[in-house]
């Protein structure tokens, strides 16, 4: 069988000390290539993403964002153009290394009869390392919430380290994506299961960053919580490109 080209896009603010070693590790793997989405990073994130574009010019790019500041809005402009791209998968990861490029290999072959997998810290158990009791007991209560309120079959919809075909990607309609933060991840995943996608899960420990500062937090915790009733009525009222509503059970 041919080797999948694989795009990882990755989004990023203030990671200057993790984009080196992480594309570094990405691109150890054969066939997976990088896009970093940088937010004017004040620290130099977008420099150090350049300077690895330059060294890697057919594996590595990098897009400047220059609009408003956002996790969502970032990957809705690397999407954009990666369906765009000569691809056969589009994955997605956090710049941190709270994603481990290990699980790369794993998503993808998964994605070879899924249109959609999903790296899920809540599969088997929980496999969350160095949080706080408090962020992992609303981690996933939030997650048994939006299950209960969406009906999606996915044991961690607000995770993101995920791996779409490109085709299915490209079927989600990016331009009338509205959150951000958490409620992104919720709202593809809503997006992908009303495109009739067959989402697949696999299993992933992830690891808190040893480097830098979470970014998310306060407003995105808030939008997370009423976005799940927002899909449900969106749903209801048929809106976006299907007009049949969610299927059952997903
Ligand atoms: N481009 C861009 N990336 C962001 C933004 N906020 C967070 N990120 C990136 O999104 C990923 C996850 O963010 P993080 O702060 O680690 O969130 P947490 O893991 O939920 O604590 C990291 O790669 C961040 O650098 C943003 O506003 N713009
Ligand atoms: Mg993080």
Known sequence: MRETRNLVVIPTYNERENIEPLVRQILQYPGFSVMVVDDQSPD???AA????????????????RTGKRGLGLSYLDGFQLAVKRDVDLVCQMDADFSHDPKYLPALASAAADHDLVVGSRYMNGISVVNWPLQRLILSTL???YIRAVTGLAVSDCTGGFRCWRRE????IPLDRIVSDGYAFMVEMLFEAARQRCRIGEV????VERRIGTSKLSGGVLLESILMPWRLRLRALLGRGARRTGIPPGV
Not at 50 to 63: F, I, Q
Not at 203 to 206: A, D, K, Q, R, T
């Open 49 to 64: 993403a350049d300077a690895l574009a330059r060294e890697c010019p057919d594996r590595v790019e990098v897009v400047h």
């Open 44 to 46: 130099g994130t977008g």
């Open 168 to 171: 299915a990607l490209a079927r």
């Open 203 to 206: 299993s992933i420990v992830f």
């Open 142 to 144: 939030a997650n048994r």
